[in-house]
């Protein structure tokens, strides 16, 4: 499941990494979200899963994570990705079981959380894989 997921990652992070500040942050007629904002909400849905969910820790959930502001690149939107995707990786490998109860969440085990984590990334990229055809014609993984 943890390889699904990182292909998933995967696909995400190549849509972003060769795009420009400015072109990361556009947004088809301005609906929808940037590739920018898809890449920093799928860094904090792997950070409030992990350490929330799984961890028992206090998160929280911000719409400013879908607009990262101009102070915010693309390196560093995609480091912090690949350091929660590592961190989510390490938890769910270091679990005696995948059907660990979590730390929050009624009847959530760990199998729950990267199923969710895959579907929740899954959405996403294709969200991505549109918005890069618009922006530039770019398809394909």
Partial sequence: MLGFLDYQRRCVMRKVEDLTEEQARWRPDGALISLLGIANHLA??????REGAMEGGNVSRSEGEFTPGDD???AEVLTLYRERAAATDAAVRGASSITDRVQRGDDMDVRWVVLHLIEETARHAGHADATRELLDGTTGL
């Fill in 72 to 74: 915010v690149t693309v």
């Fill in 44 to 49: 904090h849905v792997e950070w409030r899963w």
